[in-house]
């Protein structure tokens, strides 16, 4: 009989050679545990999904309740369905006055796929301009605008008609022009290694967007749902976009992705011709029930509150003079080294001792850590004496 990993090796498509292969037989709050008592901090919240902890008891009974009522019924946007429909009343109700068209779908990719196709056809314009270190999804449209040329180049030819800036080079801006239909950018850089603007930058490039009649789409499928103390990281920068992109937490731990703009925008895609954008199962009615217990979750617990203090405990149990720097904001941490080297004897060490921290795609001298919102501080203490132990290891 093959065992869990060999079928896992044999029988799932890898992208890495250097998959953890972790087993996982339950999660629960801030734990994973394996089949033979194995047990593991999850510092990375599956990347940037379980913000809530894992397996949190108000979503669960919201999934099984709406899972009691019913699952898939229709493709996107025929039926009407209480669980989206409560959703997007809940998101609007939550986000500025002219986020106030929301568009479900499956996943972050397909959410920034979305975002363009309507920042297209809206603008009927069609340059891009995206980021250098971006990381927006793997799909051809998302590939498109991301930064990384090495995990790029076998899939050419892209999206024609995309520009990179430098992100945070305010002097860049001038470069949207009239031909931009738009400026697509994470508020808080993620993959690049938590790339956090500068002060009145996304002001600048906001402005620079109005200026030209350019749309600003936000990615706010790593940096949303309250991981950086806001509900949405744009709340720290004073600005709104016209289209926003969600994902990741959004769905509680099941699969949903949305990306929303003012009606009048986001009409654009109902008419000539109509069905501008498809999807089978956007707004699963199970996930839309997990996100809206999620969202009710943030709320209840005063999750946002007590963000910054926890990510504030972090900083001060972890200062080293080996760590080069440390970027972070809220509950999202960049901890960067000399080398890559460092970096993975601190990930691999930190794995042996039960903690899961986990590398950038296009950083490799720092590693991350965004745990889950409600990470306990006692977890907290226990995390940070490991990870200093590793530091105080290295070579
Ligand atoms: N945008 C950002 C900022 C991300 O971090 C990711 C995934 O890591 C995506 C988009 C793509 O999301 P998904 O993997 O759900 O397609």
Redesign the pocket.
């Known amino acids: 009989m093959k065992s869990a990993r060999d079928i896992f090796f044999q029988h799932i498509a890898q992208t890495t050679p250097f998959a953890l292969g972790i087993e996982v037989e339950k999660a629960e709050g801030s734990y994973l545990f394996g089949p033979n008592g194995e047990k593991y901090l999850d510092l990375v919240s599956g990347?940037?999904v379980s913000n809530l902890g894992h397996g949190h008891p108000h979503i669960k009974e919201a999934i099984h309740q709406q899972v009691d009522k019913h699952l898939h019924t229709m493709v996107y946007g025929e039926f009407i369905q209480d669980s989206p429909n409560k959703l997007a009343e809940k998101l609007v109700d939550l986000l500025p006055e002219s986020l106030n068209c929301v568009y479900f779908v499956n996943?972050?990719?397909e959410s920034?796929e979305g975002a363009l196709k309507l920042a297209k056809r809206y603008t009927q314009r069609t340059e891009i301009i995206a980021f250098r270190g971006a990381?927006?999804?793997?799909t051809h449209g998302?590939l498109s605008v991301s930064g990384n040329e090495t995990k790029k180049r076998a899939f050419r030819p892209l999206l024609p008609d995309v520009r990179f800036l430098h992100f945070n080079e305010e002097s860049e801006l001038k470069q949207i022009s009239k031909k931009t239909a738009a400026v697509i950018v994470?508020t808080v850089q993620?993959?690049a290694g938590v790339r956090i603007p500068k002060p009145g930058y996304l002001k600048a490039l906001k402005a620079r967007c109005e200026e030209v009649g350019a749309l600003l789409i936000l990615?706010e499928?790593?940096s949303g749902m309250g991981r950086t103390g806001k509900l949405f990281a744009f709340e720290h920068f004073g600005i709104v976009p016209d289209i926003l992109c969600t994902?990741?937490a959004l769905g509680g731990g099941l699969p949903l992705?949305a990306f929303i703009s003012d009606l009048k925008i986001m009409q654009s895609l109902t008419e000539k011709p109509m069905l501008g954008h498809i999807t089978t199962f956007g707004g699963n009615p199970v996930s839309c029930a997990a996100a809206l217990a999620t969202l009710e979750v943030i709320e209840q617990e005063s999750l946002l509150k007590k963000v910054e203090e926890k990510g504030q405990r972090f900083v001060e149990l972890l200062q080293h003079p080996r760590i080069k720097e440390i970027r972070r904001i809220g509950l999202f941490f960049a901890f960067e080294f000399e080398s890559e080297e460092e970096v993975a004897q601190i990930v691999e060490g930190c794995l042996k001792e039960g903690i899961i921290t986990f590398w950038f795609l296009s950083n490799p001298n720092s590693f991350r850590i965004a745990p889950p919102l409600n990470i306990e501080d006692k977890d907290i203490d226990w995390a940070c004496s490991v990870i200093r132990s590793q530091i105080e290891a290295l070579d």
């Open positions: 990347i940037g996943s972050g990719a920034i990381y927006h999804g793997s998302a994470e993620g993959d990615d499928i790593q994902a990741k992705g």
